[in-house]
């Protein structure tokens, strides 16, 4: 997961996933330090729930990795930060 200052920079309703929060990765400075690398920067991270047939998994989504570098929370949480945040929200990723 990339580690870094962000900021909400969509709101998807539609996602294979309970809501989904666009988190705006990567900034045009981890794309240019990226192709100095030769590497892919990735992206397309979000806050989302749980996956839309899914969601009886509840907070036992917790037990194992499989987000591949998003942040995933319940769908109760989810409907209530989709809610709350506005693009533009600043928000903190650290391991």
Same mark, same amino acid.
């Given at each position: 997961?990339?580690?870094?200052? &962000?900021?909400?920079?969509?709101?998807? *309703?539609?996602?294979? $996933?309970?809501?989904?929060?666009?988190?705006? &990765? !990567?900034? *045009?400075?981890?794309?240019? =330090?990226? =192709?100095?690398?030769?590497? @892919? !920067?990735?992206?397309?991270?979000?806050?989302?729930?749980? !996956?839309?047939?899914?969601?009886?998994?509840?907070?036992?989504?917790?037990? $194992?990795?499989?987000?591949?570098?998003?942040?995933?929370?319940? @769908?109760?949480?989810?409907?209530?930060?989709?809610? =709350?945040?506005?693009?533009?929200?600043?928000?903190?990723?650290? =391991?």
């Amino acid at each position: 997961m990339p580690e870094g200052s &962000y900021r909400i920079v969509g709101h998807n *309703p539609n996602s294979a $996933f309970h809501l989904s929060l666009r988190i705006g &990765y !990567p900034t *045009p400075e981890q794309v240019s =330090a990226a =192709a100095k690398r030769g590497v @892919n !920067p990735g992206g397309d991270i979000m806050i989302h729930g749980l !996956p839309n047939d899914r969601g009886w998994i509840g907070s036992r989504h917790t037990e $194992f990795d499989w987000t591949d570098g998003c942040v995933a929370v319940t @769908n109760r949480e989810i409907e209530w930060l989709y809610k =709350a945040v506005r693009d533009g929200t600043p928000v903190e990723i650290q =391991a």
